[in-house]
């Protein structure tokens, strides 16, 4: 990196070298090597591992370890800047990303599952912090969508690459890994050099930080960690069990998210900035509650695969409200707070993760419709949890308890 920059002096950098533009080239590597290895997980454990639901659960709960240990990210940064964390963190990720095929076995899976999430987790920890420390507030909720959506741009790309290509060229689960992880390798070496390092004003407070007026933002977190578990593990697993997907047509299906992405996730921020964290995030809730419901009536109703993927689709649009979350959290907390507390609340997300995959991995091979119905409960449980967020969050006014239950500062 070449200098230190202030974050007020940056303006006078050309476009290509701020810290927004960092921000979407960042945004752009993490999905290239983290998408694509999602998209060929399902085929590739059951294809050459030969996976049932019990093993992806373990493997998705050995994934998740490395976000319940994100609040280790407080004594990274101690000794190491915030932005140069984020670019090794996503180096790791292209590295293990690149090198997944050459462990077809389950604990090599495993193993090489586990350093690919300690790269990913850390780097969406500090990737985070980054983000609600250099946008404006006033800016933040449709510069987040515009991530978002520059994210779903590049995974785009992928995928069109692999549904274009799989079967036209006859490709290799090891050739895909290994180009995807290149190019975010290749990313992070751009970023290293023709980026400064940033300066934000506000020092971020070096030790684990727990405050007790920030409370809901932690039960938020949680619901939406053990809640998202389920998504991520089975619905995707449902398709390939259940309806036989190869691997282009389930790649065609994340390509469909990712369109649905790039149209909606500007205007999901637009949303935000109009109508409030609030009404948004209940909005989500109530989406889910009935997506996860329909799921169940799949094999409670024996619905086909059009229902199935149309759900998939949904469910993907819902989870994009998500950013919600972080700009309720930019609204009520102090500056240094932001940096410690991404990790708090990581590791808070994570909590059920790490345990629930695995144990509704037993579960699904009961009943698979238990659950999508346990899903369904934890959005309502979720949706209460938002109605307490006030209609304009800030410090002293973090629930809609606070005129009359005003929150201690600690």
């Known amino acids: 990196m070449k200098g230190t920059v202030r974050l007020a002096e940056a303006r006078a950098l050309p476009w290509w070298r701020r810290p927004v533009t960092l921000l979407f080239l960042m945004a752009i590597a993490m999905p290239l090597s983290f998408a694509t290895w999602s998209a060929l997980l399902n085929n590739f454990v059951i294809e050459v591992a030969d996976f049932d639901g019990s093993d992806i659960g373990w493997l998705h709960t050995v994934r998740e370890i490395?976000?319940?240990?994100?609040?280790?990210?407080?004594?990274?940064?101690i000794f190491v800047h915030e932005q140069t964390l984020a670019l090794v963190s996503l180096t790791l990720l292209g590295v293990a990303t690149a090198l997944t095929a050459q462990f077809p076995e389950l604990g090599g899976i495993l193993t090489i599952t586990m350093l690919s999430s300690i790269g990913f987790h850390y780097y969406e920890t500090v990737n985070q912090s980054l983000q609600l420390q250099w946008l404006p507030k006033d800016r933040a909720p449709q510069m987040l969508g515009l991530l978002l959506a520059a994210a779903s741009g590049a995974t785009l790309v992928a995928y069109v690459a692999i549904v274009m290509t799989w079967e036209a060229f006859d490709l290799s689960y090891n050739f895909v890994y290994m180009a995807s992880g290149g190019l975010t390798l290749a990313i992070v070496a751009w970023c290293v050099f023709a980026f400064?390092?940033?300066?934000?004003?506000?020092?971020?407070?070096?030790?684990?930080?727990l405050r007790r007026r920030y409370w809901l933002y932690y039960a938020l977190q949680f619901m939406s960690g053990a809640r998202r578990q389920i998504f991520v593990v089975f619905a995707g697993f449902m398709m390939v069990e259940r309806f036989g997907f190869e691997v282009h047509e389930v790649t065609a299906l994340y390509l469909i998210n990712l369109v649905a992405n790039m149209i909606f996730a500007p205007l999901m921020g637009r949303a935000v900035f109009r109508f409030g964290e609030r009404r948004t995030l209940a909005f989500e809730y109530i989406g889910l509650i009935c997506v996860f419901l329909a799921y169940g009536g799949i094999y409670w109703f024996g619905w086909g695969v059009l229902v199935a993927a149309v759900l998939y689709v949904i469910d993907h649009i819902f989870f994009a409200l998500a950013l919600a979350l972080k700009t309720y959290f930019q609204k009520i907390a102090d500056p240094g707070d932001i940096a410690p507390t991404a990790a708090v609340a990581?590791?808070?997300?994570?909590?059920?993760?790490?345990?629930?995959?695995?144990?509704?991995?037993?579960?699904?091979?009961?009943?698979?419709?238990?659950?999508?119905?346990?899903?369904s409960g934890m959005a309502g449980v979720s949706l209460m949890l938002a109605l307490m967020i006030p209609r304009h969050p800030e410090p002293g006014n973090e629930t809609v308890f606070a005129a009359v239950l005003p929150a201690p500062a600690e």
Request: aromatic share 12%; no cysteine; charged share 5%.
């Open 66 to 77: 490395p976000g319940f240990l994100a609040i280790g990210v407080i004594a990274i940064i």
């Open 346 to 375: 990581f590791t808070i997300n994570h909590i059920a993760a790490v345990f629930l995959p695995a144990l509704l991995g037993y579960l699904w091979l009961v009943s698979p419709t238990a659950v999508f119905l346990l899903a």
């Open 196 to 209: 400064p390092r940033f300066e934000a004003p506000n020092p971020q407070i070096k030790k684990m930080v």
